[in-house]
């Protein structure tokens, strides 16, 4: 009768740990997935050469339009003031 209840214990035991290691691989598998989609976004990845000469490129260009539309807003401020 002992060995009965025993084995019985044991079974649920084993039911239940089987059952807690099922959850927690689900749990972990899911953690796993959030983790490459968060570590996709929030690494640097480097920029090719062909990248950072376009962006500068642009900037460059920007700084240019600025420039000659300040030196046009000065000239203009400057003539209306003789």
Do not use: M, W
């Amino acid at each position: 009768k002992y060995k009965t209840q025993e084995s019985k214990s044991l079974d649920k035991t084993a039911a239940e740990l089987s059952s807690d290691r099922e959850t927690t691989n689900t749990e972990l598998s899911a953690v796993l997935e959030y983790y490459a989609k968060i570590r996709d976004r929030c690494i640097a990845k480097p920029e090719t050469y062909e990248e950072r000469k376009r962006r500068r490129e642009a900037e460059i260009q920007g700084l240019k339009e600025a420039l000659a539309t300040l030196e046009n807003e000065t000239a203009f401020v400057q003539r209306k003031r003789h």
